[in-house]
């Protein structure tokens, strides 16, 4: 290598090295802000403040993601009396973490006192929810670059093949199939919302003074299928219309 490429691979290796040493400083930085906002949010709960507790943990998750954060800023919004928002937050989660058990018991309860449905899911929808959401994309990743090394690897480095070779390799393709259904699932759930406000107008046409063919309950979930300006069609138990984007939000944050 000629002294100027030299040069030039020592500048891209001290830039990248200063690019990922300001990110993780920016991380840390961020996750001890979100710890913070944990905490101070947890004391405001135990001292009965929930409006304040759930400020808290909103500006939590807001800069640092976790089922715990949205579990307990349910349970805040809860005792507030805002099912909408307690029912997002609780299927937040689940989002991140499917084995929350204490938001999966929230989640009944909550729906069994406001007399509401939890949301049908597709087979491959329900495979999604064996793992958490982030999880899939690594597994589907890795096991396809194992399989395709497996392959490919032997025949650079001239070893010669093995049987073990051939069994990991096809090992991380069937892994790799059988996670298809899975990601699947997880863009198919990521179009299901959560109505935030009571009686919320479910309307013919997406404009304010259009017809209201029913009206839904804080905390229902609804599909979305399109978007219109400010409104969405949703898919509900009650019908297909058109919803106020603003009333409603996406699990999938």
């Known amino acids: 290598m000629s002294a100027p490429a030299q040069r030039i691979v020592k500048m891209l290796c001290v830039a990248l090295g200063l690019f990922v040493l300001i990110a993780s400083n920016d991380l840390r930085a961020s996750e001890n802000s979100a710890r913070d906002l944990f905490k101070r949010g947890s004391q405001a709960y135990a001292d009965g403040d929930f409006e304040k507790a ?36 609780w ?32 087979w491959f929808e ?10 899939w994309p690594w597994i589907a990743g890795l096991s396809l670059w194992v399989a395709v090394a497996m392959v490919i690897l032997p025949g650079v480095f001239r070893l010669p093949r093995a049987g073990w070779h051939q069994a990991v390799a096809a090992a991380g393709l069937a ?54 300006g400010n409104y969405v069609y949703a898919r509900t138990e009650a019908g297909a219309g058109w919803i106020d984007r603003s009333q409603i939000a996406l699990i999938a944050d």
């Open 54 to 89: 759930a400020s808290r943990f909103l500006e939590s998750a807001a800069a640092s993601p976790s089922s715990g954060t949205w579990h307990n800023l349910g349970d805040a919004e809860w005792q507030l009396g805002r099912t909408g928002p307690a029912i997002l937050a």
């Open 91 to 122: 299927e937040r989660a689940l989002w991140m973490n499917p084995y929350n058990t204490n938001a999966h018991s929230n989640l009944r309860f909550a729906r069994k006192a406001k007399l509401l449905d939890s949301p049908e899911l597709t």
């Open 126 to 135: 329900i495979c999604s929810t064996w793992l958490p959401v982030n999880a």
């Open 175 to 228: 892994i790799f199939l059988l996670s298809i259904p899975a990601l699947v699932g997880i863009q198919s759930r990521a179009r299901i919302a959560v109505v935030l406000q009571r009686n919320t107008n479910l309307r013919l046409t997406p404009t304010a003074d259009a017809q209201a063919l029913a009206h839904l309950a804080a905390g229902e979930t609804v599909r979305l299928e399109r978007e219109r």
